[in-house]
């Protein structure tokens, strides 16, 4: 079974590349530059060392990223693989990355989630927007997930058709993720990792009014579509 490391990366740091030395081509690793623009060009042309490297021209959002990165892969490897989606800011480790690959090498029908634990050391806007997050999530889905926002995902290659059709091209699209497991009869874990914030997480691209009325959003036009439904 094949591990593969996608990274979507918009306007990265130096972590980036750490990130990707850590790693250092021992599993294949497809890095997308979300249009990160030329003052960018050469944390890409040194992460070209330990990375395939797909780049645009315009910020299209994350979920386009991962989406254009999961395509790449359908062309290029066959199946019997396995997708570990990573961070470009240093949030997350290799050492995580292995236990959501081997948890999905036993169970490949099912989605793995890297799931933080949030104490005092955690970012305020991190504490409470991911537990806003996770309560309306449970309100609406009857379902558990403890960390909703967790970029550190692994699933085999019996999913990645799914994984493309969700819609969202930005932070929704992972939150469409979430909320679709159900209806497509999808299992999911679960696994604590290593919580890591860089710098109190000032270079996150997350916006926190914008980005998560727009998750909220989702979660709202999901539950009303299943309220029609039923």
């Given at each position: 079974?094949?591990?593969?490391?996608?990274?979507?990366?918009?306007?990265?740091?130096?972590?980036?590349?750490?990130?990707?030395?850590?790693?250092?081509?021992?599993?294949?690793?497809?890095?997308?530059?979300?249009?990160?623009?030329?003052?960018?060009?050469?944390?890409?042309?040194?992460?070209?060392?330990?990375?395939?490297?797909?780049?645009y021209d315009n910020n299209m959002g994350k979920g386009y990223a991962l989406?254009?990165?999961?395509?790449?892969?359908?062309?290029?490897?066959?199946?019997?693989?396995?997708?570990?989606?990573?961070?470009?800011?240093g949030q997350h480790i290799l050492k995580d990355a292995l236990k959501l690959?081997?948890?999905?090498?036993?169970?490949?029908?099912?989605?793995?989630?890297?799931?933080?634990?949030?104490?005092?050391?955690?970012?305020?806007?991190?504490?409470?927007?991911?537990?806003?997050?996770?309560?309306?999530?449970?309100?609406?889905?009857?379902?558990?997930?403890?960390?909703?926002?967790?970029?550190?995902?692994?699933?085999?290659?019996?999913?990645?058709?799914?994984?493309?059709?969700?819609?969202?091209?930005?932070?929704?699209?992972?939150?469409n993720v979430l909320l679709n497991l159900n209806g497509h009869n999808i299992?999911?874990?679960?696994?604590?990792?290593?919580?890591?914030?860089?710098?109190?997480?000032?270079?996150?691209?997350?916006?926190?009014?914008?980005?998560?009325?727009?998750?909220?959003?989702?979660?709202?036009?999901?539950?009303?579509?299943?309220?029609?439904?039923?």
């Amino acid at each position: 079974m094949k591990y593969i490391i996608l990274i979507p990366a918009y306007q990265p740091n130096h972590e980036l590349i750490k990130l990707l030395t850590s790693i250092n081509n021992e599993y294949p690793t497809i890095l997308v530059d979300d249009g990160s623009g030329k003052n960018y060009r050469d944390i890409f042309e040194s992460a070209k060392k330990y990375a395939h490297v797909i780049s645009y021209d315009n910020n299209m959002g994350k979920g386009y990223a991962l989406k254009t990165g999961l395509n790449y892969i359908e062309d290029t490897y066959e199946d019997n693989y396995i997708v570990v989606t990573m961070d470009a800011d240093g949030q997350h480790i290799l050492k995580d990355a292995l236990k959501l690959l081997e948890y999905v090498k036993e169970h490949p029908d099912s989605l793995a989630i890297g799931s933080r634990r949030w104490d005092k050391t955690t970012p305020i806007r991190s504490r409470i927007g991911n537990y806003i997050t996770r309560k309306i999530f449970k309100l609406a889905t009857h379902s558990s997930i403890y960390d909703t926002q967790s970029g550190l995902r692994a699933f085999s290659h019996q999913l990645n058709n799914y994984m493309l059709t969700n819609n969202g091209n930005r932070y929704d699209y992972e939150m469409n993720v979430l909320l679709n497991l159900n209806g497509h009869n999808i299992p999911f874990k679960e696994i604590p990792i290593t919580t890591i914030y860089i710098n109190n997480n000032r270079d996150s691209h997350f916006k926190t009014i914008k980005d998560s009325y727009k998750i909220y959003k989702v979660i709202y036009k999901w539950s009303k579509s299943k309220k029609k439904s039923n």
